[in-house]
């Protein structure tokens, strides 16, 4: 009995890994769905409070023409930890800006891995800036200092 328990533990989560993976392939995906993900992106967003201080200097300093990519992994605790607090940050700000987010799968497929290889992106979540379609800089996995104080060195 304990046996059959434990395949069936097994095969759960294989399909799960699977689904979270999405199956080789990266996909564009928008913010809400990223929030939906599970529980705990949502709890991440509403727990992380940005400095004000540096939201209303960021927000002086945006400028125009600014577009960001972010490549990430559902599966990956650093875009967990990271990719929320950045939609809580654009989403406190004033000014849109254009953003797109990428979900990278655990094992691409070899074209994602070719696509992804182009971009130099190597580690989830990157974020990438770009002004008049320039890159101006990017955050990789982990923001060197605050995600607002990286975001304000990049744009500025």
Request: charged share 30%.
């Amino acid at each position: 009995m304990k046996h059959k328990y434990f395949v069936i533990v097994v095969v759960m989560v294989f399909f799960f890994s699977l689904l979270l993976s999405g199956g080789g392939k990266m996909e564009k995906i928008d913010r809400d769905k990223i929030l939906q993900t599970g529980k705990e992106w949502q709890y991440m967003y509403d727990k992380y409070e940005p400095d004000e201080t540096f939201l209303e200097t960021l927000e002086a300093t945006l400028g125009k023409n600014l577009k960001i990519d972010v490549y990430l992994g559902l599966w990956c605790s650093d875009s967990l930890n990271n990719v929320p607090k950045f939609i809580k940050i654009l989403d406190r700000l004033e000014t849109k800006v254009p953003i797109n987010y990428y979900t990278v799968p655990r094992k691409p497929s070899k074209d994602v891995k070719y696509f992804i290889e182009d971009l130099k992106v190597e580690r989830v979540p990157t974020f990438i800036f770009y002004r008049d379609e320039k890159e101006i800089g990017r955050i990789i996995e982990n923001p060197k200092k605050t995600l607002v104080e990286d975001f304000l060195e990049i744009i500025f």
